[in-house]
């Protein structure tokens, strides 16, 4: 992506501008929070397909996101390939397993309770998409030689966060999925010992009986996230 020889500071004129008064402003982020609570994690797909011009959009979206030095540390593997996600469940539900039968704490199993997870992961075959989210702990310039990538987790975070949205606008449902070690993954997806990968997040539409955990609507008031000084 970058050449060392082209590693200079330019500049241009903001090219986007809005300039909306108070009114306007609380008008528009007063709806978009509104749609945003609309957004659930969702265990239940259905079998209707998704456009993969639709999931490209997404992840476009995604990387517009700001991040370290502007390097970009993320890359996204999306999978609609039957076999592919099977081996991705089979070696998902072995690492859940393992979680569930020891390798987590006693707390961390009770807080899960009202999630109602256990280590059965159908949804990351049924969802008619896997977006599979990298973080790339190092580039290489264009005479193969690394560079070093700057708030690598921070930055995948957020463009992690836009893609969510983003797959919300577009009408669809997911569900973040991050089993540990996801070692696995980088090789099944021949993805370069630079990246790790952070999450799965299964895609698609949701089935007609699909349901979600009461707790999950219970969000923490504005008082309890906010401090104003």
């Known amino acids: 992506m970058f050449s060392k020889d082209k590693l200079e500071y330019s500049q241009l004129p903001l090219p986007d501008r809005q300039d909306l008064d108070d009114a306007e ?5 007063d709806a978009f929070r509104d749609f945003m609570a609309q957004r659930h994690t969702v265990r239940d797909y259905s079998t209707r397909p998704v456009a993969q011009g639709v999931i490209e959009a997404c992840v476009a979206a995604a990387g517009t996101a700001p991040s370290g030095a502007n390097h970009q540390p993320w890359h996204f ?12 469940r089979e070696a998902a539900e072995e690492e859940e397993r393992k979680f569930y039968d020891g390798g987590a704490s006693d ?7 009202p999630i109602g997870t256990n280590a059965d992961k159908p949804h990351l075959e049924d969802a008619p998409w896997l977006i599979v989210v990298f973080a790339q ?3 290489l310039f264009d005479d193969g030689t690394r560079y070093k990538n ?4 921070e930055s995948v975070g957020i463009a992690t966060g836009i893609l969510l949205t983003a797959l919300h606008t577009a009408g669809l449902v997911t569900l ?5 070690p996801m070692r696995f993954l980088g090789d099944l997806l021949n993805r370069p010992d630079s990246e790790k990968a952070t999450m ?19 969000k923490k008031p504005l008082n309890e996230i906010l401090s104003i000084r």
């Open 200 to 218: 799965i997040i299964a895609v698609g539409h949701a089935a007609e009986d699909a349901t979600v955990p009461a707790v999950a609507k219970i």
């Open 25 to 29: 402003m609380l008008k528009r982020v």
């Open 150 to 153: 700057y708030y690598v987790p």
């Open 137 to 139: 702990r190092y580039g």
């Open 107 to 113: 707390e961390w199993i009770k807080a899960l309770e």
């Open 176 to 180: 973040t999925h991050t089993p540990n």
């Open 77 to 88: 593997v999306a999978i609609s390939n039957p076999a592919i996600k099977r081996q991705i």
